[in-house]
């Protein structure tokens, strides 16, 4: 296997891994509290989701800008240090506006608001994007080409631009003086995160903090106001890797199932977020989250937990940066592997009974991955026999599994 063969963007995981250390390092050492352990977890999930379902959509955002630049180019600019100024000054524009109607419209909150969920302020939070906000900011930026900017440029820039957000996602940096006035900074960002009431729906910039002052949305971290509040206006209080995902679609779709006549129910697709009733949230809740009066803090548990989000991110660095060697059998397995592992991390901190059955499907992927290595018969065998043996004692495994896990005799939630 040939050096160019590997895919060396699965460095980005180490890399951005290193200053989330970093950070919490830091943050100990100024003696601030910025990372709860159960939130820094759910942050990280998301990204890793977010990244290997990356692995499959960005050859498609590619060949969409590709094939609307050599179709519909209204000009054909080629590189240069006009043209990349120009597409630095039009990308970082069109994010403004596309960050603006995020926040909105409620079809595009639907995706962005799981990057607002976290009640912490850390480098584990610029990792809550989703494939769905993936796809949608993709739509914006099909302007790109549409101009005349071709596929590589815009490919290239992207992803030098979604580097910087990382870095603005953090307490543990002041004000940076004349910065201030013209880059997005953290404390600029800190205020969009905020969701103090004269904090909301201000500083969406991405790099560039001119688009704000001049579309009337700046608004400067006060320093002697009261201290910042993180995450939504009505806190989500789930860890739940599903939850968090969907939780805003279905309070959306159940906001249109009961919106009579075509023209309200698009009203409210193309709605303000403040317009959908919060107790729709609750009364979902009550159906798809029962909640834990418990929580186990003990360190074998956290420690559980921890060992799950290591191994699942050695997995997703060996696939990344392997990935054109690997089968498209096993490309699926690993992936649904990684997605299991990431609602199982979330139900073993929502402490459900249910995971147990998470865990079992964990181990069968492994096994069904095994397989086509296993040519004698005895494996095969033996792996029936390991199924009876757990269907016969489900229940006693399950409830040895729970105590060991959770530390308590009683499973605390189905």
Same mark, same amino acid.
Request: proline share 3%.
């Given at each position: 296997?040939?050096?160019?063969?590997?895919?060396?963007?699965?460095?980005?995981?180490?890399?951005?891994? %290193?200053?989330? +250390?970093?950070? #919490?390092? *830091?943050?100990?050492?100024?003696?601030?509290? $910025?990372?709860? /352990?159960?939130?820094?977890?759910?942050?990280?999930?998301?990204?890793?989701?977010?990244?290997?379902?990356?692995? %499959?959509?960005? +050859?498609?955002? #590619?060949? *969409?800008?590709?094939?609307?630049?050599?179709? $519909?180019?209204? /000009?054909?600019?080629?590189?240069?240090?006009?043209?990349?100024?120009?597409?630095?000054?039009?990308?970082?524009?069109?994010?403004?506006?596309y960050h603006r109607?995020?926040?909105?419209?409620?079809?595009?909150?639907?995706?962005?608001?799981?990057?607002?969920?976290?009640?912490?302020?850390?480098?584990?939070?610029?990792?809550?994007?989703?494939?769905?906000?993936?796809?949608?900011?993709?739509?914006?930026?099909?302007?790109?080409?549409?101009?005349?900017?071709?596929a590589e440029m815009i490919t290239t820039l992207l992803l030098l631009h979604g580097l910087y957000p990382f870095f603005i996602h953090t307490r543990t940096i002041g004000k940076l003086g004349w910065l201030e006035y013209v880059f997005v900074t953290?404390?600029?960002h800190r205020v969009h995160h905020a969701s103090n009431p004269e904090y909301l729906d201000k500083n969406y910039g991405d790099v560039l903090i001119i688009w704000d002052k001049l579309f009337g949305t700046f608004v400067e971290e006060k320093e002697d106001a009261q201290e910042l509040v993180y995450g939504l206006t009505k806190p989500l209080e789930s860890?739940?890797?599903?939850?968090?995902q969907f939780h805003f679609m279905m309070e959306l779709a159940e906001t249109v199932r009961r919106t009579p006549g075509f023209g309200p129910k698009l009203k409210v697709l193309f709605g303000r977020p403040d317009d959908i009733d919060?107790?729709?949230?609750?009364?979902?809740?009550?159906?798809?989250?029962?909640?834990?009066?418990?929580?186990?803090?003990?360190?074998?548990?956290?420690?559980?937990?921890?060992?799950?989000?290591?191994?699942?991110?050695?997995?997703?660095?060996?696939?990344?940066?392997?990935?054109?060697?690997?089968t498209l059998y096993h490309q699926v397995l690993i992936s649904l592997f990684i997605l299991i592992t990431l609602v199982n991390c979330g139900a073993l901190l929502e402490q459900r009974q249910w995971v147990f059955y998470l865990e079992i499907s964990r181990v069968s992927l492994l096994v069904l991955a095994a397989l086509p290595y296993l040519h004698d018969p005895l494996y095969v065998r033996l792996f029936f026999l390991g199924f009876l043996l757990v269907w016969a004692y489900f229940s006693s495994l399950q409830k040895q599994y729970l105590r060991l896990v959770y530390g308590l005799a009683v499973p605390i939630n189905k």
């Open positions: 296997m040939e050096i160019t063969e590997l895919n060396w963007m699965a460095l980005a995981v180490p890399f951005f891994l %290193f200053f989330m +250390g970093l950070e #919490y390092l *830091v943050s100990k050492w100024q003696k601030k509290d $910025y990372f709860r /352990f159960n939130n820094s977890v759910a942050n990280i999930n998301v990204g890793i989701a977010e990244r290997l379902l990356d692995t %499959f959509t960005v +050859g498609a955002f #590619y060949f *969409v800008y590709d094939y609307l630049h050599r179709h $519909y180019a209204l /000009f054909d600019l080629k590189p240069g240090i006009l043209s990349w100024v120009a597409l630095f000054l039009a990308t970082d524009l069109v994010w403004y506006w109607l995020a926040h909105e419209i409620n079809l595009f909150w639907s995706a962005h608001v799981v990057h607002h969920q976290s009640e912490d302020f850390n480098y584990t939070v610029s990792a809550r994007i989703t494939v769905f906000q993936a796809i949608i900011r993709t739509g914006f930026w099909t302007v790109l080409p549409l101009i005349g900017f071709p953290p404390s600029h860890h739940s890797f599903l939850w968090q919060p107790t729709v949230r609750d009364q979902l809740e009550k159906r798809f989250l029962s909640r834990s009066s418990v929580r186990s803090g003990n360190r074998r548990f956290q420690g559980y937990v921890l060992g799950q989000l290591i191994g699942i991110l050695a997995i997703l660095f060996v696939f990344l940066l392997f990935e054109k060697q690997v």
